[in-house]
Nanobody, 125 residues
Framework: QVHLVESGGGLVQPGGSLRLSCAAS????????MAWYRQAPAKERELVAR???????YYADSVKGRFTISRDIGRNTVYLQMSSLKPEDTAVYYC???????????????????WGEGILVTVSS
C-alpha cells in the first residue's frame, strides 16, 4: 500500500502565501506523477497542478502565475507553493499520486492512483 501525508494548510489572509506538502511512502518502484486537486464547498473536485516524473508541469488557468508545483524525488514529496491567495482559493486540497510497480522480470508495470485525506486552505480576512 501507499500512504500520503499532507501538511501545510490553514487560514491565510487574501494576498498571503502558503505551502502545501505531500509525502508518499510505501511499496512502489516509481512515481509517474504527483498532483494537487481541490474541492470548494458545493463544487466539483478540480485539478490544480500536476508534475510528471519527467518534470513537466500543468496548471489550471485559475492559478497560473500564482501557484508553483515542485517535487523532491529523493523524498517522494510534492509541494504546492501558493501565493497571492484569493478567497476563491478556499477549498480542501487533495494530493493525488500515481505510482507504478514492476511485476515481472520483463519489466511489466502496474499503475495505481492514491489520494490523500485532504487539507483545508481558508483564505479570508
Amino acid at each position: 500500500q501507499v500512504h500520503l501525508v499532507e501538511s501545510g494548510g490553514g487560514l491565510v489572509q487574501p494576498g498571503g502565501s502558503l505551502r502545501l506538502s505531500c509525502a508518499a511512502s510505501g511499496r512502489f518502484d516509481g512515481i509517474n506523477f504527483m498532483a494537487w486537486y481541490r474541492q470548494a464547498p458545493a463544487k466539483e473536485r478540480e485539478l490544480v497542478a500536476r508534475v510528471t516524473s519527467g518534470g513537466s508541469t500543468y496548471y489550471a488557468d485559475s492559478v497560473k502565475g500564482r501557484f508553483t508545483i515542485s517535487r523532491d524525488i529523493g523524498r517522494n514529496t510534492v509541494y504546492l507553493q501558493m501565493s497571492s491567495l484569493k478567497p476563491e482559493d478556499t477549498a480542501v486540497y487533495y494530493c493525488n499520486v500515481e505510482i507504478h510497480r514492476v511485476v515481472n522480470v520483463e519489466g511489466a508495470r502496474v499503475t495505481r492512483k492514491y489520494w490523500g485525506e485532504g487539507i483545508l486552505v481558508t483564505v479570508s480576512s
